[in-house]
């Protein structure tokens, strides 16, 4: 199936399906070469796989970078920079970013920046690429805060090919699963409903349901960043979850908590300030009930303080004039960004954490 994105800049196709990647030859014809960035884990697993989809000259033509985010460093930029101009990579060229929401950020971020931009492709392989492979945003980190530097850059398509997904690990699964949930979350009470019925539990995350499930995900942030495509408005709701996400993984240093648990963590937070903030009607136990059964661990670590966790939510890019912003849900399917003041956030922290909901 095919999902077009369309923004200001650009439009372009997502294929979603088992075997997409059967459809790489033809789309990748037009380019005089193609660098593949790949990493470390997704190497081995499945590059043969890429490769044998595409020239036979592509085989020189592959970087593998750390997995995770120490691909997202400055040095491994200034890797893949040397290695596009030493394979005598040109502006008809193009970058392919094979592995994780981590490969694609780096990628798409060499690829806007080298030569002033090339062709951009994504070849997702996780669950949670199917939120970061689309919409366009591409970053490294800075040393002083996680994708700080980076661009809107849309790639030329997306080929995402659901039978990668099975090699992920467990964490893996459920980090990518928590974006899956949020987008229900931002969607409606069916969609909600739809990922709790074919998805009861953690032994069935690679459901064969998962790729329908996906490209309703992909939807819905497409709906999104159509209306908005560099965040100034709307968009900002994809950050659902997202404060206090970002400040549990900041806290806890970048990898140790996959982002989607921290993010897991903090859509319950977020329902919880929005039952007491906007009056959500939300039957919480229940929700808690099936993201434990799928083995998400809801509860703010015992060792974050809250002063310390406000401070790095402080530094979100919501807060404005010193004032934290929260997405927080009317309902399933309506959120609203709201400010929300200190001893709420407060008291509510401290009940997270003691798992007293
Ligand atoms: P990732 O690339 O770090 O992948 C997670 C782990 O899974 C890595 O260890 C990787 O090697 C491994 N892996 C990948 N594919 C595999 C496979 N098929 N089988 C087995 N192992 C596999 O990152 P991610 O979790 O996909 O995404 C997280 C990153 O995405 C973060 O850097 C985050 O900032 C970024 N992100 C970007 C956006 C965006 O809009 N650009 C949105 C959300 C997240
Ligand atoms: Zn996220």
Redesign the pocket.
Known sequence: ETIIIDTETKQYPVYIASGALQELGPLVRKYTRCMVIT?Q??RP??LDKLLSQLPESAEQCVLTVP???DA?TFEVYQEALTFAVEHHLDRKSCILAF???????LAGFVAATYMRGIAFIQIP??I??H??AV?G??AINHPLG??LVGAFYQPEFVLYDTD??R???KK?LL??FAELVKHALLSDKEFLKELQTKIPDGGHLLSPHLPDLLKKGIKVKADIVRKDEKETGVRAFLNFGHTLGHALEAHGGFGKI??GEAVMTGIVYALLISREQTGLQFDLPQFLSWIETLGYDWKIPAGAAFDEIYAYMKRDKKTIAGNIHFVLLESVGKPVLAEVDKDRLSRLFLLQQKGDL
């Open positions: 990493d884990n997704v697993l499945h997995a995770g985010e997202k592995g994780g929401g981590a490969v694609g950020d392989t996780t949670l690429a939120d970061s919409g945003k591409v996680k994708n990668f997904l090699t992920l690990p893996q980090s990518g996959t982002h």
